[in-house]
């Protein structure tokens, strides 16, 4: 496949995973019963394995240090966040 096509495979999924994460807020900011949250929990986590797999290939690729700095900042504020959400 060629390398270009497959980055912009991965911005695209990275755009849509943003906007349906965006589109969870309401369900993560109310109450939700067990079952209701153990979904959204779920449904989040998947969709944040599928992120980090794309957002590492566009880092990795990234000819841009400048870049390369702010996507991988990015990521790690996005991943932290995960990680207290999933402890706390």
Do not use: H, P
């Amino acid at each position: 496949m060629d390398e270009g096509m497959e980055l912009k495979g991965c911005v695209c999924r990275i755009k849509s995973c943003a906007g349906q994460l965006l589109s969870m807020e309401e369900d993560l900011v109310t109450d939700l019963d067990d079952d209701s949250w153990d979904l959204v929990w779920r449904d989040l986590r998947l969709k944040a394995t599928f992120l980090y797999i794309d957002l590492s290939r566009v880092i990795s690729r990234s000819e841009n240090d400048e870049r390369r700095k702010a996507l991988t900042l990015l990521a790690n504020k996005f991943f932290y966040c995960t990680d207290e959400m999933s402890t706390g």
